[in-house]
């Protein structure tokens, strides 16, 4: 454990400034929910009068007239995207990739852990501030809901701890990938620049496919279409498939990344 309470300490800040800007963002556009709730039908008449793609891209297929749909497009299907991609990117690279760059990886490779246990301390450093990050976020978000948005504009609290569950899955695959990366280049700037690639284009396939009906295909090469926050928080619940296919990608790039590090020739 010595090593992971290290770690822990060592990142504890940048999980503190992404969970305080996750839950600042949350609670901000809970707390002007409801000057807009009067004001959903000029709302929802502008919405209709958009390209059908658009509608679709941004998951507005039912307007906004109520919190979770307010929530869907305000905060799910960019802020959030954001920030935890953000996360995701910086802190995978800095805990394998930065370490054989910077040439302090041959101090972890001292300790008597495997490589394989060094390895998955530190993906489980990444994995603990994802899910503080997104349990704070819930906890906070359930609370704003019920102190500020009266009781019959409030989202049902399943589908709300469904999209989060969701939202958390979506970044461990994600995460994962990224792990992967920062495992496979020894080079700190290509092992970031690689992974915020993988990662915007995956979001970018996400909006085109939905955009236009012949790129559609697109959704195949993204992560982002298992994570339909509008659908989620509208229906209640999400396609079983979805929770499959992310755990299945997380664990499967996982594996590949402990395989790799354990593996290859680093340069100490």
């Given at each position: 454990?010595?090593?992971?309470?290290?770690?822990?300490?060592?990142?504890?800040?940048?999980?503190?400034?992404?969970?305080?800007?996750?839950?600042?963002y949350?609670?901000?556009?809970?707390?002007?929910?409801?000057?807009?709730?009067n004001?959903?039908?000029?709302?929802?008449?502008?919405?209709?009068?958009?390209p059908?793609g658009?509608?679709?891209?941004?998951?507005?297929?039912?307007?906004?007239?109520?919190?979770?749909?307010?929530?869907?497009?305000?905060?799910?299907?960019?802020?959030f995207?954001?920030?935890?991609?953000?996360?995701?990117?910086?802190?995978?690279?800095?805990?394998?990739?930065?370490?054989?760059?910077?040439?302090?990886?041959?101090?972890?490779?001292?300790?008597?852990?495997?490589?394989?246990?060094?390895?998955?301390?530190?993906?489980?450093?990444?994995?603990?501030?994802?899910?503080?990050?997104?349990?704070?976020?819930?906890?906070?978000g359930?609370w704003?809901?019920?102190?500020?948005?009266?009781?019959?504009?409030?989202?049902?609290?399943?589908?709300?701890?469904e999209?989060?569950?969701?939202?958390?899955?979506?970044?461990?695959?994600?995460g994962?990938?990224?792990f992967?990366?920062?495992?496979?280049?020894?080079?700190?700037?290509?092992?970031?620049?690689?992974?915020?690639?993988?990662?915007?284009?995956m979001?970018?396939?996400?909006?085109?496919?939905?955009?236009?009906?012949?790129?559609?295909?697109?959704?195949?090469?993204?992560?982002?279409?298992?994570?339909?926050?509008?659908?989620?928080?509208?229906?209640?619940?999400?396609?079983?498939?979805?929770?499959?296919?992310?755990?299945?990608?997380?664990?499967?790039?996982?594996?590949?990344?402990?395989?790799?590090f354990?593996?290859?020739?680093?340069?100490?």
């Open positions: 454990m010595s090593l992971y309470k290290r770690m822990i300490k060592l990142h504890a800040m940048s999980i503190v400034g992404f969970t305080a800007v996750s839950v600042l949350m609670i901000l556009i809970i707390w002007i929910f409801p000057t807009f709730a004001k959903m039908d000029v709302m929802n008449e502008l919405i209709s009068g958009m059908a658009f509608i679709q891209a941004f998951g507005l297929e039912a307007g906004m007239g109520s919190l979770g749909e307010f929530l869907s497009s305000k905060y799910y299907d960019m802020i995207i954001i920030i935890l991609s953000i996360y995701s990117i910086m802190i995978t690279n800095q805990l394998i990739s930065q370490f054989i760059d910077r040439g302090s990886m041959a101090y972890l490779l001292a300790t008597p852990y495997s490589r394989i246990k060094i390895a998955l301390i530190q993906f489980s450093v990444f994995l603990t501030g994802l899910l503080i990050i997104m349990f704070v976020t819930t906890v906070i359930i704003a809901q019920t102190v500020i948005v009266t009781s019959g504009n409030q989202m049902e609290i399943k589908a709300f701890l999209v989060n569950v969701m939202g958390t899955l979506l970044f461990f695959a994600l994962s990938l990224n992967l990366l920062s495992c496979l280049l020894n080079d700190e700037k290509k092992a970031l620049g690689a992974a915020s690639l993988v990662v915007f284009l979001y970018g396939f996400d909006i085109i496919a939905k955009l236009t009906e012949k790129l559609s295909w697109l959704e195949y090469a993204t992560l982002f279409s298992f994570f339909q926050a509008s659908d989620i928080l509208r229906s209640g619940s999400a396609p079983v498939y979805s929770y499959f296919w992310l755990i299945v990608i997380g664990i499967a790039a996982l594996s590949m990344s402990l395989w790799i354990k593996k290859r020739d680093l340069p100490l």
